[in-house]
């Protein structure tokens, strides 16, 4: 859909968006801090694989990046945001599950978890999905 949507003007964001783009960058900030913690870590020890440490590292901060990204769009009202934004959400969901639940990292995988339900929830109102998602 479009922003001419009748009822939602160009300036109309509904508190359902806003809550999806707050979330986002809630998460970004989640990764790229985590992506910090661990390039200091291999910088003052001794990590068993310091290579895949730094690719790990890496990867979560270009994840945190896309996000900011995605929840800059959603911000915007660009419809092009929303499916990418849904499906990492949707694979967020086992990764928070994995860490909470079968491996006992609730303080990891909890908050992953929430945040992916959270974000889930305000993109799938029917409000999120008339200004942003498919018809």
């Known amino acids: 859909m479009t922003q001419s949507t009748p009822g939602y003007g160009p300036g109309h964001r509904p508190a359902s968006v806003r809550a999806a783009g707050w979330l986002l960058a809630i998460e970004a900030t989640g990764l790229v801090a985590l992506g910090i913690v661990v390039v200091v870590k291999v910088a003052t020890?001794?990590?068993r694989s310091?290579?895949?440490a730094v690719v790990a590292a890496g990867l979560a901060v270009a994840t945190g990046a896309l996000?900011?990204?995605l929840g800059r769009a959603l911000g915007r009202l660009?419809?092009?945001?929303y499916t990418p934004t849904v499906v990492l959400q949707l694979l967020a969901l086992p990764?928070?599950?994995s860490l909470a639940a079968q491996a006992g990292l609730w303080a990891y995988g909890?908050?992953?978890?929430?945040l992916a339900i959270g974000e889930l929830v305000a993109l799938l109102t029917?409000?999120?999905?008339r200004v942003l998602g498919p018809g």
Request: aromatic share 8%; net charge positive; glycine share 16%.
């Open 126 to 129: 029917p409000a999120s999905r």
């Open 50 to 52: 310091p290579v895949l």
């Open 78 to 81: 660009r419809g092009w945001a």
């Open 67 to 69: 996000l900011l990204l």
């Open 110 to 114: 909890g908050p992953v978890l929430l």
């Open 95 to 97: 990764v928070g599950y």
């Open 45 to 47: 020890g001794t990590p």
